[in-house]
Structure formats: C-alpha cells, structure tokens
C-alpha cells in the first residue's frame, strides 16, 4: 500500500534542488556560527585589554606605520609570530592580541615573504634600517625585496596627523589633546624614511 503521508517542514530534497533557499540557510548558518565564535572576543578581557607597557604609537611612529601600508610591506612581512617552538627560537616571545589593541587595522599579514616582524623593534640599528630600506642588497645581497629611496627625499605628511590621530581616539586609541596638538610639530623635518624606521623600531618592544 502506497504511503501517502507527507512529512511537515521543509524536505532535504526541496533544500537542495531550490538554489535561492540553499544560500539563504548557508548565509543564515554562518552568521550565528560567526555571532557564537568571534562576538564573545569581545568581551574578554585577554583581547580587549593592552597588555603591560604597551603605548599608542609617538607621531612620527603612526606616521611611519601609514608609509608601512601604504608601500604593502605587509603583503611580504608579517607581524604574527605563532606559539611554536621553530618561530619563538627564531623570532622571540610569540604574540599575543593585547599588543595590536592600537593597531586600526592590525598588521598581522598573511605570507611571509620577507621575515616576521613582530619582534623587530631594536634588533637592528637605525643606519643599518636606513641601508636596507634605500637598496636592501646592500646588506643582504639575494633580497628580492624592492628598494625604497624616495622615502629619504618625501617628507612627513604632517599636516595630516593631527585628523588621524582623532579618528584613532574615536575607537579607542588614548590620544591626549596635548599629544594630537603636538603631533604636526614632533614630525616636522622628518623624512618618511625617518617616521619608518621609527615604526619598525617600537614593533615588539613591549613584549619580550
């Protein structure tokens, strides 16, 4: 005898041959799996909290970060060092997210064509920065990284820190009316070639 009973709901069979209603309910799946796995990041305080010591970066260091983007440094360098035995030897105390609560948008990277530099900060002298970033086979002669000498010559956009720096307080970077008023003043004369080497000189210094 024939089953006539049909089944309540939706059938598999009507999920799978109806396109439109199969990527509402995938769409549907990842948004709660996305609001169970990453809201409660927020709200903890090991990933919203700066860890000891860490400071917004100086004037001459945000700006230095800009030029850090704004070339793609972090297509080829990356600034996430991992909790495994080969990368601390290598690169020193891995990361962790209280050092990048001042990062808008953090630069962990994806590929690392050039080493990590999450550590960086004093392991080389600022001349020796200087050298690599103006012909990096100076000192390393099989770098494939691109030279940079123009940032000698172009100056520190300065008049444009002080606008940056009040859109970082606005979500939560520390900035002082004092440190914003000062900061087209600490950048004044500097090369970009400066600001950078500054940049790269704090990275990881908090956290050894």
């Not at 109806?18 to 990933?47: R, W």
């Not at 009316?177 to 070639?193: C, F, N």
């Amino acid at each position: 005898m024939a089953n006539n009973t049909k089944s309540g709901g939706i059938s598999h069979e009507k999920i799978e041959t109806n396109n439109f209603l199969m990527i509402v309910l995938i769409l549907l799946v990842l948004l709660v799996g996305g609001l169970v796995e990453i809201v409660p990041l927020f709200f903890q305080k090991s990933t919203t909290e700066p860890i000891k010591g860490i400071q917004p970066y100086t004037a001459l260091q945000l700006a230095g970060r800009d030029v850090y983007v704004r070339e793609g440094c972090y297509n080829c360098h990356s600034q996430m060092i991992r909790p495994f035995r080969a990368e601390t030897l290598r690169y020193g105390h891995y990361s962790v997210a209280g050092e990048s609560v001042y990062d808008h948008p953090f630069q962990w990277g994806s590929k690392r064509t050039g080493p990590d530099l999450a550590r960086v900060g004093g392991r080389y002298s600022d001349e020796w920065h200087r050298i690599h970033l103006n012909n990096p086979r100076d000192l390393v002669p099989e770098s494939n990284m691109p030279a940079y000498p123009w940032l000698n010559k172009d100056m520190v956009d300065a008049a444009s820190l002080p606008t940056h720096m009040k859109a970082l307080r606005t979500v939560g970077v520390p900035y002082t009316d004092e440190q914003i008023a000062k900061a087209s003043e600490e950048v004044k004369g500097k090369s970009e070639m400066d600001a950078v080497i500054a940049y790269l000189q704090v990275l990881g210094t908090a956290l050894k």
